[in-house]
Every structure is written in C-alpha cells, then in structure tokens.
C-alpha cells in the first residue's frame, strides 16, 4: 500500500525541521528513503498509537498492582503487607517515601493509598528471582495470577517487557514498528501480549480493556504501518 499524499506544504515542512527536528525524526526517515512527508506520518502514527496504548496500559498496571496487593494482603493478613514483607533496602525507602507522602495528604497512612503510590516497576521487581521463595512461593504472591500457566521466571521477563514498553511511552519515544508489534527497546512485543498479563489475573478485565479502550484501533494502525512496506 502506497502512503497517501501529503497535506503539508512546504513552508510547514521547513518549520517541522527547526521544532520537531530531523534528529527526532531519524528513525522515520530512514525508513521512507529521507522522504519528509512520509516520516511525519508515521510519526503521527506513533504518537497515535502511544496514545491509545495509555489506557490500555493504564488497565494493565492497576489490575496487575490490585491483584497483587490482595494476595499479599490475604498471606500477611494485614493490608500494610509491605511492613512485613522482606523488600529489599531500595524499595524499602520507596515504602516509607510512599507513605509519607500520603501521610502529608490525607493526615494518615492508608495502605491503599500507599501501594497506589508504589511504581510499576515495584510490582515487576516483586515477580522476579529474588523474591522467589520469599514471595511468590512463601506468600503464594502467584495466587495473583490464578489464571497463568507459564512458570515464574516468563511472567517476569514479560512483565518487565510491558514496563519497558510503558516507560518509553512516558518519554515520548518511538514503539511502532512495521512489523504488527510494538518496540520495547530491545525486543519486540505483540498486542496481544499486553492484554496477556491482565488475562493471567481476570480473563473478564482482559476482554473489557480490549472492547472499550481502543485495541482494535491500536491494531489497525500496526496493520496500516505494515502495509506501507517499509521497515521501521
């Protein structure tokens, strides 16, 4: 499929090149043989798509976090689980930050309030190796995933895959591809895999996030991309 003709004008492409900069635009440009026009578009296409994919990921992070927050509430008997739990020394002090900071908010330390302040990548971390028999095992933290059937180590690896992702949509940079998947970084990670993880938690939200926050649309541009025929 051809890209369709442009709707700038020149004057406008000359002033394209001093804001958003042929730097920015490198990557695009590669892509569509130094072709301007072409490059913004898919530019476009990106911002687009990062767009979309904040709900999507918005879904993903809460649930993931929820689910998480519950298992351990449920094994530690005690919402405030992060008290006994063995976090090791950096997220510790990023507890006692979360906490303070709801303290100076609400005038007390609510533990839903302070989990809420807790990163994505404090949840990611609590999957990984480390934390393996302490958590995932010893506080049957994998109860949170009642639904996967993949072994610790993948749910880390693909979790940390969907906060690498997330992160470089925080900071504007490129996730399309002309390949029907989205950029991470360093690999490459289809749609459906970020529906994916919800799925392990409640099939139910999974098909919720997908009907009412646009994945079709996230879906039709990966294919609109790919159907250019060029290689981003």
């Given at each position: ?139 049957k933290l994998n109860t949170a995933f009642p639904h996967a059937t993949q072994a610790r180590n993948l749910i880390h690896s693909h979790l940390k895959a969907v906060q690498r992702l997330r992160n470089r949509i925080s900071h ?61």
């Amino acid at each position: 499929m051809p890209f369709p003709p442009s709707p700038y004008r020149e004057p406008f492409l000359v002033s394209i090149e001093r804001t958003v900069t042929r730097e920015r635009l490198s990557r695009y440009l590669g892509a569509t043989n130094q072709n301007l026009p072409n490059a913004l578009l898919l530019y476009e296409y990106n911002i687009a798509l990062s767009e979309i994919l904040y709900g999507l990921l918005h879904g993903v992070e809460v649930s993931i976090r929820n689910a998480m927050h519950y298992a351990l509430s449920a094994s530690y008997g005690a919402a405030d689980w992060y008290e006994r739990a063995p976090l090791s020394a950096y997220w510790r002090d990023r507890v006692s930050s979360a906490k303070e900071k709801v303290r100076s908010a609400t005038g007390a330390i609510l533990p839903g309030r302070v989990i809420a302040e807790m990163t994505f990548g404090f949840w990611v971390d609590l999957t990984g190796k480390a934390y393996n028999n302490t958590l995932w095992v010893g506080r049957k933290l994998n109860t949170a995933f009642p639904h996967a059937t993949q072994a610790r180590n993948l749910i880390h690896s693909h979790l940390k895959a969907v906060q690498r992702l997330r992160n470089r949509i925080s900071h504007h940079e490129r996730i399309l591809t002309s390949r029907r998947r989205l950029y991470t970084g360093d690999t490459f990670l289809s749609l459906i895999a970020v529906l994916q993880c919800v799925g392990w938690v409640c099939p139910e939200t999974a098909a919720w996030l997908a009907t009412r926050f646009r994945y079709t649309a996230a879906q039709n541009i990966l294919d609109d991309v790919a159907a250019f025929g060029v290689l981003l």
